[in-house]
């Protein structure tokens, strides 16, 4: 694994989907770095990455309430475990569950195992809400993938904040998770 800045010089045989993250980012002048890897679909695979890509590592999970109305994305640090009874309170909804492998599919145009913030410019008709962990944004870049599992990508927070995310007409609710050992 090496790490590159900006986008890969020969795209042949990659997704359009990943692409189009590319394209967004260099239109929104953007830096971010790169590492194209074996699929990453594991929190173990993804430490190994970001070891090399240098940043926090982030859980992304796609969640919705139990009448598959609400759905939310969301970005915690690798290491914090996910209870529903912590973030339900704190968002004033439901209990929450993973949501199915289609909903990913239609709102955020990824599949399980690649799930990503970039899906969020997918999310046209904003059908999924962004929630972070305060830890994620107090640190100073992010990790997430292109929305294909096979590349990651290193983003400064405050970019993927007052940039991405207001050029993807989404913004976060912000929430406090308990650490794992709480």
Same mark, same amino acid.
């Given at each position: 694994?090496?790490?590159?800045?900006?986008?890969?010089?020969?795209? #042949?045989?990659?997704?359009?989907?990943?692409?189009?993250?590319?394209?967004?980012?260099?239109?929104? *002048?953007?830096? +971010?770095?790169?590492?194209? #890897?074996?699929?990453?679909?594991?929190?173990?695979v993804c430490r190994e990455i970001?070891?090399?890509?240098?940043?926090?590592?982030?859980?992304?999970?796609?969640?919705?309430?139990?009448?598959?109305?609400?759905? +939310?994305? @969301?970005?915690?640090?690798?290491?914090?475990?996910?209870?529903?009874?912590?973030?339900?309170?704190?968002?004033?909804?439901?209990?929450?569950?993973?949501?199915?492998?289609?909903?990913?599919?239609?709102?955020? *145009?990824?599949?399980?195992?690649?799930?990503?913030?970039?899906?969020?410019? *997918?999310?046209?008709?904003?059908?999924?809400?962004?929630?972070?962990?305060?830890?994620?944004?107090?640190?100073?870049?992010?990790?997430?993938?292109?929305?294909?599992?096979?590349?990651?990508?290193?983003?400064?927070?405050?970019? @993927? @904040?007052?940039?991405?995310?207001?050029?993807?007409?989404?913004?976060?609710?912000?929430?406090? @998770?308990?650490?794992?050992?709480?």
């Amino acid at each position: 694994m090496e790490l590159k800045k900006g986008r890969p010089a020969d795209t #042949h045989g990659r997704l359009e989907k990943e692409i189009r993250v590319y394209d967004l980012l260099d239109k929104l *002048n953007i830096e +971010y770095f790169r590492i194209d #890897h074996s699929a990453a679909d594991t929190m173990e695979v993804c430490r190994e990455i970001d070891k090399t890509l240098g940043t926090l590592i982030c859980k992304n999970l796609f969640l919705c309430t139990r009448t598959k109305t609400d759905f +939310y994305l @969301l970005m915690l640090p690798g290491d914090k475990a996910f209870k529903t009874k912590d973030i339900t309170k704190q968002l004033g909804c439901s209990r929450l569950s993973f949501a199915d492998a289609d909903y990913m599919e239609k709102f955020l *145009n990824i599949k399980p195992g690649a799930v990503s913030v970039m899906g969020l410019m *997918n999310d046209t008709e904003n059908n999924v809400q962004l929630v972070i962990d305060r830890q994620v944004i107090e640190s100073d870049t992010v990790g997430c993938h292109p929305c294909v599992n096979t590349s990651s990508l290193r983003l400064k927070t405050v970019d @993927l @904040l007052n940039v991405i995310l207001p050029a993807v007409n989404h913004s976060p609710i912000i929430v406090d @998770l308990p650490d794992a050992q709480q």
